[in-house]
């Protein structure tokens, strides 16, 4: 038999030199693990990160384009030991230019061995690929037209050649329209529209109550509920009420909001436009039901008329005297639609002719409706899925509402 060809490792452990992982290190530059063969350095026409004098003193930048800084002190300890400690990449977008990359040094705390590395806040946030003037690029055109995340995203890589997440931009839209209006004050006028539309999420039916300014024509305060009830209502109502000054509410005609706004003193328009309604659906249904004579039918015809002058009056003078002239009218009939007058309309004449003492007060809850029909329109209002996506919706939609609002209100002045 031939000799063996296998060399086996030995098990015994031996010292090396010190000097010739230091040489090694230094030669092949293993630990920053990056090609620096591949890497250019920041060309002239690219904008230097730290121009702005003021950051200037905190950070330096070398021959190697690495960003220092000038007295580095560790963040967890304020020790002013350390070593440096490789650096970082960083990508930089400036808008109609190429994307390029800057480094950021780093450092290791030589007090709690703790590891740390340059900044650059005033265009670059931590930990963030991003500036702050492309995150809040996405709420302006958000306020111009209904554009769908995707496409919002290709109109950025288009100014900065990187196209960021429809995910990210849901995030950078609610986290800045949440920031401008916590920054925003505003002055309500006193004159609201309430109302409630019904939403579905993930398969079930929930409730959006809303507080619209009528003179200002922006929404107060908006909530999802998962039931409706008066309670409901009176708590909404009332947490508002404690914060802001109400001097009148519009809303359409379900009962209890009546004894809901008298326990919370608040004055109280009913909607005329639902009221009128109202009133054609039952004198339809009587017909349907009834075989009435033509004398009936007239009769009938005449007191709805009346009512409808009596809501339509100019001033509320006028109003009172014709609404006494019904009351004539009505006082020798007891018929099924007679009943029907007492009980909506004769009980809450004054709810019905509130705008006409003071016109600040609408005489309708169509301002609120139109809201509705506008921020989530029917074709969408079934699609989601949690109360949190619905919620972003609206905040989106009413952000974009308050801007066309704004716009509209400088274009009447010039």
């Known amino acids: 038999m031939g000799e063996s060809r296998f060399i086996f490792m030995t098990k015994q452990k031996q010292t090396a030199l010190n000097s010739y992982f230091g040489v090694k290190q230094y030669k092949l530059y293993d630990w920053v693990n990056i090609n620096l063969k591949k890497d250019e350095l920041i060309p002239e026409k690219h904008q230097d990160p730290i121009e702005n004098t003021e950051k200037s003193k905190i950070v330096s930048k070398d021959h190697d384009n690495i960003y220092s800084l000038m007295k580095p002190v560790c963040p967890s300890c304020n020790s002013k030991k350390y070593v440096k400690h490789g650096f970082n990449q960083k990508l930089i977008l400036i808008k109609g230019m190429e994307p390029f990359k800057i480094r950021l040094q780093r450092y290791k705390c030589k007090n709690c061995d703790g590891y740390y590395q340059t900044h650059l806040d005033n265009i670059l946030k931590q930990n963030s690929t991003y500036n702050n003037e492309i995150k809040e690029y996405p709420s302006i055109i958000n306020a111009l037209q209904r554009i769908s995340l995707r496409n919002i995203s290709k109109i950025i890589e288009l100014d900065w050649n990187k196209r960021p997440?429809?995910?990210?931009?849901?995030?950078?839209?609610?986290?800045?329209?949440?920031?401008?209006?916590?920054?925003?004050?505003?002055?309500?006028?006193?004159?609201?529209?309430?109302?409630?539309?019904?939403?579905?999420?993930?398969?079930?039916?929930?409730?959006?109550?809303?507080?619209?300014?009528?003179?200002?024509?922006?929404?107060?305060?908006?909530?999802?509920?998962?039931?409706?009830?008066?309670?409901?209502?009176?708590?909404?109502?009332?947490?508002?009420?404690?914060?802001?000054?109400?001097?009148?509410?519009?809303?359409?005609?379900?009962?209890?909001?009546?004894?809901?706004?008298?326990?919370?003193?608040?004055?109280?328009?009913?909607?005329?436009?639902?009221?009128?309604?109202?009133?054609?659906?039952?004198?339809?249904?009587?017909?349907?039901?009834?075989?009435?004579?033509?004398?009936?039918?007239?009769?009938?015809?005449?007191?709805?008329?009346?009512?409808?002058?009596?809501?339509?009056?100019?001033?509320?003078?006028?109003?009172?005297?014709?609404?006494?002239?019904?009351?004539?009218?009505?006082?020798?009939?007891?018929?099924?639609?007679?009943?029907?007058?007492?009980?909506?309309?004769?009980?809450?004449?004054?709810?019905y002719t509130n705008y006409l003492k003071d016109r600040n007060i609408t005489k309708t809850s169509n301002k609120i409706?139109?809201?509705?029909?506008?921020?989530?329109?029917?074709?969408?209002?079934?699609?989601?899925?949690?109360?949190?996506?619905?919620?972003?919706?609206?905040?989106?939609?009413?952000?974009?509402?308050?801007?066309?609002?704004?716009?509209?209100?400088?274009?009447?002045?010039?």
């Open 369 to 414: 409706e139109n809201y509705f029909r506008n921020t989530l329109p029917k074709g969408i209002k079934r699609i989601f899925k949690t109360k949190k996506g619905l919620k972003e919706q609206l905040t989106l939609q009413k952000e974009k509402w308050e801007t066309k609002q704004k716009n509209k209100k400088t274009s009447t002045k010039n």
């Open 165 to 351: 997440s429809p995910q990210s931009i849901k995030n950078w839209l609610s986290k800045t329209i949440k920031n401008r209006n916590n920054n925003t004050k505003r002055d309500y006028s006193g004159y609201y529209n309430y109302d409630e539309q019904y939403v579905k999420i993930n398969g079930k039916w929930m409730f959006r109550l809303a507080l619209f300014d009528v003179k200002n024509n922006i929404l107060v305060k908006e909530k999802i509920e998962e039931k409706l009830n008066p309670q409901t209502v009176k708590s909404f109502l009332k947490k508002i009420r404690d914060k802001i000054h109400i001097i009148a509410i519009t809303t359409d005609n379900k009962p209890y909001y009546r004894n809901i706004m008298d326990k919370l003193r608040i004055k109280h328009q009913l909607c005329i436009f639902h009221l009128k309604k109202e009133l054609n659906t039952k004198i339809k249904r009587i017909k349907r039901k009834n075989k009435l004579n033509k004398e009936e039918i007239e009769q009938i015809k005449n007191i709805k008329n009346l009512i409808f002058e009596i809501i339509d009056s100019k001033n509320y003078n006028e109003s009172k005297k014709l609404f006494n002239k019904l009351k004539k009218e009505i006082n020798n009939h007891s018929s099924s639609f007679i009943k029907f007058i007492n009980k909506k309309f004769l009980k809450n004449f004054n709810r």
